[in-house]
């Protein structure tokens, strides 16, 4: 509408804008198809982060940056190159590599944002938190909701480089974010194979009696890699017998819970596994709201809107929200992914169009 | 107030007495005290049920009556002695003694009425829920909730005997129920040792993406002695380190739960299974429903109200609704527990008067 | 199976019964078909008493029988003829006439049991919940949640009677109730038109942020007649200007609700109003549980099972679990109904069969 | 940490970080201040807009824009002075004046987003929700939720503005909104005093029987004044009277409810009525999550920080998060206030601080 204005009414538009911007307002008019397009059209684009060029980034990192108080943490963060440059990989989500080197230990803090680690390869460390050291091994996905103290050590000879998922950017939009240091050092520097959360929690269908009451987080720290493969695998045995258990012919997934409600594991983060046959394709799909995943074991490939990506062990795939997405895999594939899908799902925005071909 | 009536009144008032009978009528001030007491005042009554005495009954009628349709089940149900003869052990809840013999098969069948299974010895039957084989081996806790095919065999050259526990006195109580007669035999005969059911489901914290709609029943058919077990051992190993993780001091207990809600494992009843250590005492307490034990090893006493009653294994002692209760572990002392504590709860009449001197 | 038992076998037979017996069993297989029928089979019936009969008998005991700590109440249940003499109208339902003369008080108590007056006729008695004055006008609803004390009083020269509905039956059974004498007299004597709750409460869509908490009850003590009355005209205007706003052609119906929650009023018991236009008939259908209809105004007929029975002012008719029902109205006609849906529902028992042909 | 760098290592790290960006990334230990304050540091700042300033704006593109499809809206947004000129009053919710002259019409579309206008001053205009007329009347608070078709239409023969209150940012920022155009005009032109809505569901806790399913969204179009300025005025009086019903002295307030919930009307977006009495004082808090205040009628002043502003009728207040307020009233006042609320508890980020002294 504004483009039909005369020029004579146009000066006077001109003061009117002027002065709009004087009294800082800001006419929807002039901006409707990008404030409200007929389909989300996020900035953040579809990319891929290779695990060969970042494992080499984190070990430099690991010579030249010391771990220490301030900083924090030695974690490179995925950018999306769609959003500026911020260390955000999508707008709601941060993912980074975090990277200790042998016997060092990242002192305790804690935080609003929630923040899991996911490890594609690698074991020595102990994340503690609130006090509860919780071993990191290769598959399992560790926990450390909001305002959970934690820090980490490495008890091994060797460096150990791990996913971190957080809703920092979620965080930060929302001005909702509280930080306070801890101890230096940790606070428990034990070593044991389970965590007291699992020893408390981690069994199927059981929950203890002193811990009836709600929590808005999963009670578990780590959710150990033995018990997703177990799971993954029956559902693929219970296909091959002729029973529904996979979410699409030869495409095996769980989801991580909070078993006191049985709902996602945090508040703003969802996180699940999926194991495609070899030769396995997914239906493409869009969904409202951005999703990381990680290849845990595998190749194949990810076509995200037009494009096609070849991806192996390690590598880091971003999908936007709406972005068109589906996955081929060449080999049996494994892949951890985590997305804002609980903030979309919990305030009623959840859409998915799921094409009818493979 | 009545008892003050005058004569004259009284002739009156006999005469209105009458007339309320002759129309369906009832007046509240005659009965009062005992339909509305100032506190529970149960016609069901603690006791205890041996072992010794039970298993030579459900032998005796494993060779006199044979398991066929219209009776459809070998089940001897527990008659709590206050409750006139009727085959409830609680208002609200049946418990009973199931027995097959070597070979035979218990027809399929399904009710509204919420079932489970606890297996206090023996193994060889495979109870088979909508067409899934479940194992039945000791300490296992097995489900059939409401409107569930099943029906049982045993493929052992034994004998097994176990104990059922339903909602049929309340599901009987509201007029809620519906009986459907199912295969003659049963619809799977295979005997594999885990259920599909508990395949797709019982790894801790993981959700099968086929099994994201909410669920009334816990999905998991069986909840394997092996977790149990596991679950309170830790318990125990955590208090011996000093950490919160028992409800009392030697005293570990799970509840057996629906890991898509974290909730009762069927709307009507929860089970429980608690451990005590030799010599550990639970504190004294009153709760509103109705509850039933059966001790699964080891030895010791039950206080209800003024009476100590000693248990072994295999005894089933019922709790009635506000009785004062409290155990002593003579040895280690395990026992499952079943109340109808979710009607209680669900419906807002919970109350707990836990005494101060353990 | 126990029909084809050879006569030796009988002895034996004879002999494990009786030994069942003398060791509180009783077998599952000689009572299947009464304590699992293929639907529910209540033992409550339906039936109509008419007001006619009722206000009268209430008159008389007014004059007999004085209102008094102990009897606490002058209220006369109706006592369902299935149900053997007990003052239950159904399993898990109490309905009752109490009658007020001029200048009585009921002096205060409370119980566990959920209790609500419905007012067919008359005015003038104030009921006073938790120390707040409710006045009881015709087409009202008013509500005493379990354990707030209550008392009532009439202020005025004339008897007042009403409807009172309780989940007595259900509390007895269960063995969930606690009773407690409170103030003699009642704490406030003042009379207001509208109780405190209503003037924080009853504004539509409004919640006032002092009460912002959870609550099981509805805290609106008053549901009045105008704003009943109003909602429903209001769907029989819209219903005539082409709108979807009654549940059947020439139906209206409101459920009276939590305002915290939506949902029923309080645990145990739904509250409806229906309207129907002379002439209107229902679908005939059964539910699980039960119900009790008090008519309002107009008059029509309700079909229970074959019977037809007609009815009109202030008569009661009680419709038990799985009866099926349906109403004709042959003025126009407005209904009263209390239930145990909330019971029947929380617990997953609920079952609808509605009939295609009205 | 990286401060301590010496200069060798310098230009190793230096070729490091343009190493990370040409990989986009971006590491965590350089920005952590920023991105994880100790407490919430929005970039949003508290600032007020005049009505008197915004309406002769709004008048001015009365003349020089014209409503029409494209644009659709002659909606002026404020711009929050810490957003960079952004048309968002918060980082999560958008407030604007629309202005619609007599006789015009603001053509029917629908969105993702969630809307709703609140009336400061002025009427003769219907906004027509999925087919629903809805008159716009000073007081009234009116909802357009998410995905509902809308148009407005101006039947007066003066222009008339108001508050629009969307959740535009939150969406945008999450990339989750879809937008469709719908009818030119409005589908139904007529004029009725009450909406549909209104008639079906603004009855105190009574719910129609055909609006029983679950509603993410309240059913109630239009908030009346008149219920609202009822229920604000009865919780002074109780208080006057001495009885708990404000949330301070002299602060009576309001939330507007999904009465099949009672929890907020719109998934993000809570919205409020308070009403102070002249010489009343808020206690100082602090929240997390950001709000904006519209004055209704009176005047007082606005503690935002260390600043005090006054405010009258009219003017537009906006709270960020964690930035300490409070509001003295110099006249009796009366505000509307919106907040994201919602998002903020739903994703459990909630926390307050609130002052000991008044």
Not at 85 to 100: E, H, M, N, S
Not at 261 to 282: K, N
């Given at each position: 509408?504004?483009?039909?204005?005369?020029?004579?009414?146009?000066?006077?538009?001109?003061?009117?804008?002027r002065?709009?911007t004087?009294?800082?307002?800001?006419?929807?008019?002039?901006?409707?198809?990008?404030?409200?397009?007929?389909?989300?059209?996020?900035?953040?684009?579809?990319?891929?982060?290779?695990?060969?060029?970042?494992?080499?980034?984190?070990?430099?990192?690991?010579?030249?940056?010391?771990?220490?108080?301030?900083?924090?943490?030695?974690?490179?963060?995925?950018?999306?190159?769609?959003?500026?440059?911020?260390?955000?990989?999508?707008?709601?989500?941060?993912?980074?590599?975090?990277?200790?080197?042998?016997k060092?230990?990242?002192?305790?803090?804690?935080?609003?944002?929630?923040?899991?680690?996911?490890?594609?390869?690698?074991?020595?460390?102990?994340?503690?938190?609130?006090g509860?050291?919780?071993?990191?091994?290769?598959?399992?996905?560790?926990?450390?909701?909001?305002?959970?103290?934690?820090?980490?050590?490495?008890?091994?000879?060797?460096?150990?480089?791990?996913?971190?998922?957080?809703?920092?950017?979620?965080?930060?939009?929302?001005?909702?974010?509280?930080?306070?240091?801890?101890?230096?050092?940790?606070?428990?520097?034990?070593?044991?194979?389970?965590?007291?959360?699992?020893?408390?929690?981690?069994?199927?269908?059981?929950?203890?009696?002193?811990?009836?009451?709600?929590?808005?987080?999963?009670?578990?720290?780590?959710?150990?890699?033995?018990?997703?493969?177990?799971?993954?695998?029956?559902?693929?045995?219970?296909?091959?017998?002729?029973?529904?258990?996979?979410?699409?012919?030869?495409?095996?997934?769980?989801r991580?819970?909070?078993?006191?409600?049985?709902?996602?594991?945090?508040?703003?983060?969802?996180?699940?596994?999926?194991?495609?046959?070899?030769?396995?394709?997914?239906?493409?799909?869009?969904?409202?709201?951005?999703?990381?995943?990680?290849?845990?074991?595998?190749?194949?490939?990810f076509?995200?809107?037009?494009?096609?990506?070849?991806?192996?062990?390690?590598d880091?795939?971003?999908?936007?929200?709406?972005?068109?997405?589906?996955?081929?895999?060449?080999?049996?594939?494994?892949?951890?992914?985590?997305?804002?899908?609980?903030?979309?799902?919990?305030?009623?925005?959840?859409?998915?169009?799921?094409?009818?071909?493979?």
């Open positions: 509408m504004t483009t039909t204005a005369h020029l004579s009414e146009d000066s006077e538009l001109a003061r009117l804008y002065d709009f004087a009294e800082h307002l800001n006419p929807l008019w002039t901006q409707l198809d990008s404030l409200m397009p007929t389909a989300p059209a996020p900035r953040a684009i579809p990319f891929v982060w290779k695990w060969s060029n970042l494992y080499p980034l984190a070990e430099r990192a690991g010579e030249l940056v010391p771990v220490g108080r301030g900083g924090e943490r030695r974690a490179i963060a995925l950018a999306n190159p769609g959003l500026g440059g911020a260390p955000f990989v999508t707008p709601t989500l941060w993912a980074a590599i975090q990277y200790l080197g042998p060092e230990t990242a002192a305790e803090h804690r935080h609003s944002q929630n923040a899991f680690r996911f490890v594609v390869e690698g074991e020595g460390v102990w994340t503690v938190v609130n509860d050291p919780v071993a990191m091994r290769r598959g399992d996905l560790l926990l450390t909701p909001g305002w959970h103290f934690h820090g980490h050590h490495n008890e091994s000879d060797q460096p150990m480089a791990w996913l971190d998922g957080l809703d920092i950017p979620f965080v930060h939009y929302t001005d909702a974010g509280f930080f306070e240091f801890g101890a230096e050092g940790v606070t428990d520097e034990s070593t044991p194979d389970l965590s007291r959360s699992e020893r408390l929690w981690a069994h199927p269908g059981l929950r203890p009696l002193v811990g009836l009451d709600d929590k808005s987080n999963s009670p578990i720290a780590a959710y150990r890699w033995e018990h997703t493969d177990a799971a993954l695998a029956q559902q693929l045995a219970l296909e091959d017998e002729g029973y529904a258990a996979t979410t699409e012919p030869g495409h095996a997934a769980v991580y819970t909070n078993p006191t409600t049985g709902g996602d594991v945090m508040p703003t983060i969802r996180a699940e596994f999926h194991r495609l046959r070899a030769g396995a394709r997914t239906r493409p799909r869009r969904d409202v709201g951005s999703a990381v995943y990680q290849v845990f074991a595998g190749s194949g490939g076509r995200l809107g037009d494009d096609v990506q070849k991806v192996g062990k390690g880091l795939i971003v999908v936007p929200s709406w972005v068109q997405w589906s996955i081929v895999a060449d080999t049996d594939l494994d892949l951890f992914v985590f997305s804002d899908a609980p903030i979309v799902e919990r305030l009623q925005f959840g859409r998915t169009l799921v094409s009818r071909n493979a």
